[in-house]
């Protein structure tokens, strides 16, 4: 026998964003999984499903250490929530009707290599009379969980995902190098590890850290590896170099992102380390919404 719910008569409190958090735990069937993909905490998210609970006058969830599983109303609420949730998004399409364009959420890095930029630029203007894109600066770290919470539709990242949920395709790979204050190593067009004896090992961004294994190495040739020291942005690793005898990794063709002068910093290639920073394109696996979209974006991976 299905169950039905029936509500207090006075359900105020449920709001869309209840539904929405709703929806996330059913999906994940597990509250850290699900409180990630909205980009909150765990505590928040059960507060607010005993909210629901409560106005709903029922648990929607048979909850314990191991295992969270929908309830014979949760079940009964998913389709419903569902339906409500489709009908509240599609609102802004409906009432926009009359543009005929394809909206396109896409995320980009915080550093995106020059002759990339440009081509991607010219990629979407070449859109202009078919999609309206939405352009979202953000770090490649949350871009996956933006593009299966359905917040974004495409993602140009520093990061692959192996979950199945979404495809990844491989753009490019750059090399990296060594950014060094100028004074260091003067009339240098390149480097090898033994010059770097000595030096600190300024940690950057998860996607071109060096991983467990390269830090070994460079412990191994006396290069001091600092666990606690990490910069998020180029303007943190400038600070570092200038007050520290340090070197950072950055990709080489990005000098320009960087705004470095000449004068006082410098990018050299590392002879004898084959390290590299991946760009990838990320799509949610069953949405073909994009295919002309992805197919030209495709194209424009190759740097000049």
């Given at each position: 026998m299905s169950t039905v719910i029936t509500p207090p008569s006075t359900l105020r409190?449920?709001?869309?964003?209840?539904?929405?958090?709703?929806?996330?735990?059913?999906?994940?069937?597990?509250?850290?999984?699900?409180?990630?993909?909205?980009?909150?905490?765990?505590?928040?998210l059960s507060q607010r499903i005993r909210a629901l609970e409560r106005e709903l006058g029922e648990p929607l969830f048979d909850r314990s250490t191991h295992h969270t599983r929908l309830s014979s109303a949760g079940e009964a609420l998913l389709p419903l929530a569902e339906s409500v949730v489709v009908q509240f998004d599609a609102i802004p399409a409906q009432i926009s009707a009359r543009?005929?364009?394809?909206?396109?959420?896409?995320?980009?890095?915080?550093?995106?290599?020059?002759?990339?930029?440009?081509?991607?630029?010219?990629?979407?203007?070449?859109?202009?009379d078919s999609h309206r894109f939405t352009l979202r600066q953000m770090p490649s770290l949350d871009m996956e969980s933006a593009l299966l919470s359905n917040s974004l539709d495409l993602a140009i990242s520093h990061l692959g995902t192996s979950d199945n949920r979404l495809a990844t395709i491989v753009l490019y790979r750059e090399p990296l190098g060594v950014v060094v204050d100028a004074t260091r190593f003067p009339g240098r067009t390149a480097l090898t590890l033994a010059d770097l004896r000595g030096f600190s090992y300024i940690q950057g961004p998860r996607h071109w850290d060096l991983g467990a294994r390269r830090a070994e190495q460079f412990a191994e040739l006396g290069i001091l590896v600092d666990q606690g020291t990490q910069y998020s942005d180029p303007s943190g690793l400038l600070v570092f170099l200038r007050s520290t005898k340090g070197f950072g990794l950055v990709p080489l063709e990005s000098a320009a992102a960087f705004g470095l002068h000449s004068g006082e910093f410098a990018i050299l290639p590392i002879q004898d380390l084959d390290a590299r920073i991946t760009t990838y394109l990320i799509r949610r696996a069953t949405d073909d919404r994009f295919d002309e979209v992805v197919g030209v974006l495709r194209q424009a991976r190759e740097p000049e």
């Open positions: 409190s449920v709001e869309m964003h209840h539904l929405r958090y709703f929806l996330a735990v059913a999906r994940e069937l597990n509250f850290t999984r699900a409180a990630r993909s909205l980009n909150m905490s765990v505590p928040p543009d005929r364009r394809t909206d396109v959420r896409l995320a980009i890095p915080d550093l995106l290599n020059p002759a990339h930029r440009r081509r991607l630029g010219e990629s979407i203007r070449a859109f202009e």
